[in-house]
């Protein structure tokens, strides 16, 4: 490679005749930090502006493969992002580089948030230009706080070329972010590689592909050799072989088949809050459900299907419904609002059994600030005012998990046990988890998109969501009101979908599945954590290492 000879620069520490330090000191620098390549006093201008423009580059791929969310293109930018990321931060002041890659990455990646941030909170241009300044500068303190970590750590995770991915788990670990997103999202349509979230979640996926990137820098660009290098190489081929088999298992899963009908209406954000047209949307949705709906079939609508509060101990259709109902062993799954006995008002999802019977529904547990709630407005109620159209729903507490009665084609009663999730939930790794250990046996999503307009907003929503069918083993179905609507199998694949931004309905046969992954049944984020602790503890004792040398004679 061209470059080598000029990035030879960033490996080789400041030694100079003037140091006041020991020969012993700076061999013990030397050693700490030669794999982490600090850039020399002597690189000058144009060496930082190497290090600038590989960061954004580094940024912009990232950025890119968000705007081509789920196809091999994502994933070969998700690659391409990484490897610049991680050459980026062997610089020795790398920290604003990183921080300036991930202000491109977000600002670009994640255009929509301004307009969304408008639209939910219906906030003035001026204020939602401020608060998606705000989104794009706390998301950047994940490439800043990897830049930290990456250097913070002793020369014990260069012998496995472990600092990178190390880093990079600790910084998605600890940092805040609205849109919760994984570099190991990018890789979806990789779909061997990321059966491993199936093991570890997407951050198996970022681990695995941060320490393969630091081994090839490290070969490629800085001709280092060693053998403890094909630790990563032989890891990733076992990711693909267990991803093979996963694709064998799953493809075809074992079971009696069920079949869902998802119904997207195409409710428009103006249509949503005016009671009239949002009453037409119903009709409509109900039109084409029945048009669809077959004896024995699951019918899901999208969150706030059903204009209006119900009782949350309503117990049965009504006559007229309040609650939709088919007949003929039709059940539903419907988006709507409740309330308790006293007053407390909810975002919930209500089962319709076939024989109109309604449980206690599904109260939505993650609320979305300033659009579903204004935060702290018991204790300072002027914060109100901010967005006079903010709902007022409290939190559910508990995961809900649905035990339909149904019957098969041939007759025979059977239990479908169905676990909903409501609008961003999909996207908390932890909430899924729980509903599968409660003995969901489908996944459910129903959301409203329409705020995020027509933009690539709903994609990724997608994107990401489909990781919760990998990680459990699970169907997902997810039912939008605007797109993008469809069922994902537990491969991460997109198996039946219902284009944004148009009316209809998809039909698939999904199998109820009872398979007790390592990541929901028992691994989850705790080695991650783990990690942290350990790399903590190997810092810190390092660190003291170092001074009890140093303070020798």
């Known amino acids: 490679m061209h470059l080598a000879p000029g990035l030879l620069a960033l490996v080789l520490p400041e030694m100079t005749d003037s140091s006041v330090r020991s020969r012993d000191h700076r061999a013990s620098r030397l050693k700490r930090s030669a794999s982490v390549g600090p850039q020399s006093e002597g690189a000058g201008t144009a060496s930082a502006l190497r290090v600038y423009l590989t960061a954004v580059l580094g940024g912009a791929a990232s950025a890119c493969a968000w705007l081509v969310p789920g196809t091999g293109f994502s994933a070969v930018l998700g690659w391409i992002a990484v490897l610049l990321l991680v050459y980026t931060v062997r610089a020795r002041r790398a920290y604003l580089p990183a921080f300036a ?27 939602s230009a401020l608060i998606f300044s705000l989104f794009v500068a706390l998301g950047a303190l994940l490439f800043l706080v990897y830049a930290l970590v990456h250097h913070q750590l002793p020369a014990a995770f260069d012998a496995l070329a472990l600092r990178s991915a190390t880093a990079i788990v600790i910084a998605e670990l600890l940092t805040i972010r609205l849109f919760p997103w994984h570099f190991g999202h990018t890789q979806i349509a990789f779909t061997p590689f990321v059966q491993i979230a199936g093991i570890g979640g ?10 393969l990137a630091e081994v090839s820098v490290r070969i490629v660009v800085f001709r280092e050799r060693r053998r403890t290098f094909l630790v990563p190489v032989i890891l990733f081929a076992w990711a693909i072989g267990y991803g093979v088999a996963m694709m064998r298992t799953f493809s075809a899963p074992q079971g009696l088949p069920q079949e869902v009908i998802v119904v997207q209406g195409n409710a428009s954000l103006a249509e949503k809050r005016d009671l009239d047209s949002a009453r037409k949307n119903l009709d409509r949705i109900y039109a084409l459900s029945c048009q669809a709906a077959h004896p024995g079939s699951l019918v899901v609508w999208p969150e706030g299907s059903v204009p209006a509060y119900i009782p949350a101990a309503i117990g049965k259709v009504g006559h007229p419904p309040v609650l939709p109902w088919i007949g003929d062993g039709t059940a539903l799954l419907v988006g709507s609002y409740s309330f308790l006995p006293d007053q407390r008002r909810y975002n919930a999802a209500f089962a319709v059994y076939p024989d109109g019977t309604v449980p206690r529904p599904y109260f939505k547990q993650i609320l979305i600030p300033f659009g579903e709630s204004i935060p702290f407005s018991s204790y300072l109620p002027w ?10 729903f409290s939190a559910g507490t508990e995961t809900r998990v649905f035990s339909y009665p149904m019957r ?19 996207t908390v790794p932890a909430l899924a988890r729980n509903a599968s250990r409660k003995g ?13 307009g027509r933009t690539l907003a709903p994609r990724q929503h997608h994107l990401i969501a489909a990781f919760r069918a990998i990680e459990n083993r699970r169907f997902l179905i997810r039912a939008t009101n605007t797109g993008l609507s469809g069922v994902v199998d537990p491969l991460g694949r997109t198996i039946a979908s219902i284009p944004p931004f148009a009316e209809g309905t998809a039909t698939a046969q999904v199998t109820p599945l009872t398979y007790r992954s390592a990541y929901a049944y028992g691994i989850g984020d705790g080695p991650w954590w783990a990690l942290m602790v350990v790399a903590f503890g190997v810092t810190v004792h390092a660190n003291g290492m170092w001074r009890v040398r140093l303070s020798r004679p």
């Open 101 to 127: 890659a991930g202000l491109v990455g977000h600002l670009i990646g994640f255009y929509w948030v301004a307009g969304t941030v408008s639209a939910f909170g219906g906030f003035g241009s001026l204020t």
């Open 202 to 211: 997407a951050m198996a996926v970022s681990f695995l592909m941060f320490w």
């Open 383 to 392: 914060l109100k005012g901010l967005n006079a159209k903010a709902g007022v």
């Open 408 to 426: 098969r084609p041939d007759g025979t009663a059977t239990t479908l046990k169905v676990a909903p999730l409501i609008c961003y939930e999909d």
């Open 440 to 452: 969901a046996e489908l996944l459910i999503n129903i959301t409203s998109d329409s705020w995020f």
